[in-house]
């Protein structure tokens, strides 16, 4: 499949040095990524506590980099609603949460910002039916979600290319594909000619050892043309 979308990068924020998170976010800017990716967990959907609203706000006050919002949470709406949600963010949801979604999606656009699914690696892409007209892009999990450094599913990078047609033949073209787990360069290139437009990294393609981000980024962008 030819890539008709220029490929983007989302930097997970998880897999910084979080002692120095300022520092890297500045790194991040000079390289020209696209999105800061926030993973918000509750300890309940999925095993892990991370950042909160707190956190968010801080960002927003050293960076204008778009934030790409990923919420693993129960109860999303009052933490959204707490939170400081800017125009232009990207709010990502789960599709496991269900018929909720419907009112969830009407709070992201109420507040400027843009809309999207998460899909988990157990679940089909044709969980994502009932909302198709309402995101602008999904998704997919490559590992199980709630830590850093998951180990990738097997099989998974092929939910790519069935997620791509599966879009196509819905009518929906022009809904990005993102991709999130165990994104290495040459997976992400792989994963690029399947038809994935968003690549979010972390320890596996940006935070690499042994390697700065001046060093790091640079290739995984070529990764990705």
């Not at 990294?201 to 290739?219: F, N, V």
Request: glycine share 8%.
């Amino acid at each position: 499949m030819q890539p008709t979308k220029e490929g983007k990068i989302s930097v997970s924020v998880m897999c910084s040095d979080l002692m120095n998170l300022e520092r890297d976010i500045k790194q991040l800017e000079r390289n020209g990524v696209d999105y800061l990716h926030v993973d918000v967990m509750d300890a309940h959907f999925v095993p892990n506590l991370t950042f909160g609203v707190d956190f968010i706000a801080a960002m927003h006050r050293v960076t204008k980099l778009p934030l790409d919002i990923h919420l693993m949470v129960e109860h999303p709406l009052p933490i959204m609603e707490a939170m400081d949600i800017r125009p232009g963010d990207r709010i990502s949801l789960h599709v496991e949460l269900g018929e909720q979604l419907h009112e969830l999606a009407k709070a992201v656009r109420a507040r400027g910002a843009h809309f999207g699914l998460v899909v988990n690696p157990s679940t089909p892409v044709e969980a994502l039916t009932p909302y198709l007209d309402e995101i602008e892009w999904v998704i997919l999990m490559l590992v199980q979600p709630g830590f850093a450094g998951a180990k990738l599913i097997d099989g998974i990078l092929d939910k790519v290319a069935a997620a791509r047609r599966f879009l196509d033949e819905h009518g929906h073209p022009e809904t990005e594909i993102s991709v999130d787990g165990s994104v290495s360069c040459e997976r992400a290139r792989l994963m690029r000619d399947m038809g994935a437009s968003i690549f979010v990294g972390g320890t596996a393609g940006i935070y690499r050892k042994g390697m700065t981000l001046d060093e790091s980024i640079p290739l995984f962008r070529q990764a990705i043309k």
